[in-house]
């Protein structure tokens, strides 16, 4: 690069994506093809950043876009990102939940926020890595950032996995349904169906509740379902996507609402916890949590993921001793 292309690029905003596996490769390719940002590329697997961003950067032409990536194995490169998203960790196998990749993943999240935070201070973090809840607190913690920095992708993809299945129960377009999640990124996800509408109307009043509460388990198996079909690791088109939207709010300050993992101060009636919630989301993070009103059966529901992620929780916090 020149110097003139080199201050060209800077003009930009800088995300950063840890892991160059399939969530972040194609993370990396929807920022590029959105015109979104600058994109570092980072993986310990020397070339693999390096090959995956050159072909991406092959590509820009027949995309149209003017943004740049670079691929890498030194966190120097990173410097001055303004956001930080953490894909890497190891996915999830056949019969393999998100809880048992709570300490191989935990150690490689810390350490990662760690490395990235050395150089780009102030930073925004979106943790994607599963069990995803447990993770965003344990980068919370390394980080020293404020909580409103760090927010895990959770509800954004729930959520649009709710409204893919609803579309096609009731032959609309995906765009017409607004859907709502809550809760830990796992089996006790928290959909609301009297939150999810269809053109405005309550999606309760188009199909039967029977035929709801099928929905409403598969979207909670989303993953697993996926995981079963492809046989070697998991999903990644929409992981992606998902994450994008939330970098897109970010780096615009469209003040979105967006169910995410946030870091919760006695909403919902709960205390020092990552968990999925609706939350305005703009330049500075996360700027508001808000509160729904939820029937005593939703608020059980959400109360019974809350305790799932705490537990989980308690047997990773040593880890940040480490």
């Not at 991406?56 to 003017?66: F, I, W």
């Not at 709801?212 to 993953?223: K, P, S, Y």
């Not at 305005?280 to 059966?297: D, F, K, P, W």
Request: hydrophobic fraction near 45%; include cysteine.
């Amino acid at each position: 690069m020149t110097v003139d292309s080199v201050s060209f690029a800077r003009s930009f905003s800088q995300v950063t994506v840890v892991g160059a596996g399939n969530v972040g490769s194609t993370l990396a390719q929807r920022l590029l093809e959105h015109n979104l940002a600058n994109v570092v590329l980072i993986d310990i697997v020397a070339g693999r950043p390096q090959g995956v961003a050159l072909d991406l950067a092959q590509a820009a032409g027949s995309e149209g876009h003017n943004r740049t990536i670079v691929g890498t194995n030194d966190y120097q490169d990173t410097a001055s990102s303004d956001i930080v998203v953490i894909t890497a960790g190891l996915p999830r196998r056949p019969g393999m939940t998100r809880d048992d990749l709570t300490q191989t993943n935990g150690k490689i999240v810390i350490e990662t926020v760690r490395q990235a935070l050395a150089v780009s201070p102030q930073a925004n973090i979106i943790v994607v890595t599963n069990p995803l809840d447990v993770m965003t607190y344990l980068a919370w913690k390394a980080s020293g950032l404020p909580p409103q920095q760090v927010m895990g992708m959770a509800g954004v993809l729930d959520s649009a996995r709710f409204q893919r299945f609803i579309a096609w129960e009731l032959g609309v377009p995906p765009q017409d349904v607004s859907a709502m999640v809550l809760g830990g990124h796992g089996d006790l996800m928290v959909p609301l169906p009297r939150y999810t509408t269809v053109s405005g109307i309550p999606v309760g009043e188009l199909m039967s509740t029977d035929r709801l509460a099928e929905l409403i388990d598969r979207t909670r198996n989303g993953g697993a379902e996926i995981v079963q079909l492809l046989k070697q690791g998991g999903a990644y088109y929409a992981p992606a996507s998902s994450a994008c939207v939330m970098v897109e709010a970010i780096l615009r300050h469209q003040r979105r609402i967006l169910p995410l993992a946030a870091h919760l101060t006695g909403q919902y009636g709960l205390e020092d916890l990552y968990l999925g919630v609706p939350c305005r989301l703009g330049q500075g993070g996360v700027e508001e949590i808000l509160e729904l009103s939820l029937t005593a059966e939703e608020q059980e529901a959400l109360a019974r993921s809350a305790a799932s992620v705490r537990e989980q929780l308690q047997g990773a916090l040593a880890l940040l001793d480490g």
